[in-house]
């Protein structure tokens, strides 16, 4: 869970993107990256390899400093979707404090999106995380793609779980921070219940949610 370091006075937040292989998790973090304000944006680094996008993780950390000096430092991961990487996909997944499963649109896909789902739950309970109290948040992407599954139809099957369901086309960019900002919403409430952000260190929701979202000048028109 999430990393206190009193002493320096920082907290480091670790976001993670889980989904099928190719579903498009590593697009949404090369589109996030163009997306968000530059200042205390790091560099995306990534590991590619011949049968998966991302083998082990893609990295995109940037923090902020709140009025009471407290750092926070986020750090967004995905994890290599293929089945051999099991064992990756745990090591990352371990200390989450927020998940977005991004799920592919494409109808040839449906079975596969559940059967990781299926996973996410389970490797979760593997390193010892209740994804009953995760801040989750459901991407449907490839939404620009033909034979998609029908909005309707995505929602009538996911938003029973309670889950946040965005739909987006990460090639484009369209729902990526959507997503990211719903989940750094729930994010907040998660850590605020148990550190008191608000009340200890001066760091509001919106304060919280509009720094890690806020849109570069060059996206935003500005």
């Known amino acids: 869970m999430i990393e206190y370091d ?3 006075n920082k907290m480091v937040l670790k976001l993670v993107y889980y989904g099928p292989a190719l579903s498009g998790k590593t ?9 968000i304000d530059i200042e205390g944006r790091g560099d995306l680094m990534m590991l590619d390899t011949k049968d998966d996008r991302t083998i082990f993780f893609d990295l995109l950390p940037f923090f902020f400093i709140a009025p009471s000096g407290l750092k926070i430092k986020v750090k967004v ?21 927020g998940v977005v499963f991004v ?7 449906t079975t596969n999106n559940f059967e990781s789902f299926g996973t996410l739950e389970k490797n ?6 209740d994804i009953e109290k995760m ?3 459901i991407q449907f992407n490839k939404r620009d793609l033909e034979n998609i599954a029908p909005e ?3 929602k009538r099957l996911w938003e029973p779980t309670g889950i946040p369901v965005i739909m987006a086309s990460a090639l484009n960019g369209a ?3 959507e997503t990211f900002r719903s989940l750094v919403e729930r994010a907040y409430e998660y850590i605020d219940n148990r550190y008191s952000l608000e009340e200890k260190y001066l760091v509001t929701k919106e304060m919280f949610v509009g720094r890690l979202t806020k849109p570069s000048a060059e996206t935003s028109g500005e």
């Open 124 to 129: 979760l309970a593997f390193v010892g995380i």
């Open 135 to 137: 801040p989750l948040v």
């Open 77 to 97: 991961y995905t994890v290599p979707g293929q089945v051999s990487h099991d064992a990756t996909r745990k090591a990352v997944l371990a200390r989450a404090d």
């Open 152 to 154: 309707d139809e995505v």
């Open 175 to 177: 729902g990526v921070l």
């Open 103 to 109: 799920a592919d649109s494409q109808l040839s896909e």
């Open 27 to 35: 697009t949404n973090l090369l589109r996030l990256h163009d997306l």
């Open 6 to 8: 009193e002493t320096e």
